[in-house]
């Protein structure tokens, strides 16, 4: 959903793109960690 409404939103400048690109790389990484610790 969140990465529709992004895509939707095409006004948004490309300093605010980067930074929800780069705050979804940080969401998988902790995921990935989260995930490595479990295991």
Do not use: H, I, N, P
Not at 1 to 18: L, R
Not at 20 to 35: N, Y
């Amino acid at each position: 959903m969140a990465q529709a409404a992004c895509q939707v939103t095409s006004g948004a400048t490309e300093t605010q793109q980067t930074a929800s690109e780069l705050a979804r790389t940080a969401a998988d990484l902790q995921g990935t960690v989260a995930t490595c610790r479990l295991s």
